[in-house]
């Protein structure tokens, strides 16, 4: 299994694109939080879609599996949630 670490600001969009490359090409995709599947409109295909990311309500580490006929392989995404920096000018 294989991981990787993405830096996001809080309260921010983020989309997350895990396209496989397989043969035979035909994949589905499937994203897991805390042991749970996920369903759309977060987890649609090959895309994670996480609107106004929050570093205390969210979860920090998400699942993809992309399975075809073959056999499946697994990429776990940590997320490194920013506190979103504020300036006030005079």
């Known amino acids: 299994m294989s991981s990787y ?10 989309v997350i694109n895990l396209t496989a490359v397989a043969n035979p090409a035909a994949v589905s ?7 749970r599947l996920l369903d ?18 969210d979860p920090r580490s998400f699942v993809c599996v992309a399975s075809n006929d073959e056999g499946n392989t ?17």
């Open 5 to 14: 670490t993405l830096t996001v600001v809080e309260h921010h969009l983020v």
């Open 29 to 35: 995709y499937s994203w897991y939080s805390a042991g």
């Open 40 to 57: 759309e409109p977060v987890a649609d295909g090959p895309l994670l879609t996480l609107d106004r990311v929050s570093r205390h309500k």
């Open 74 to 90: 697994t990429l776990t995404v940590h997320l490194d949630v920013q506190c979103m920096h504020i300036t006030f000018q005079s």
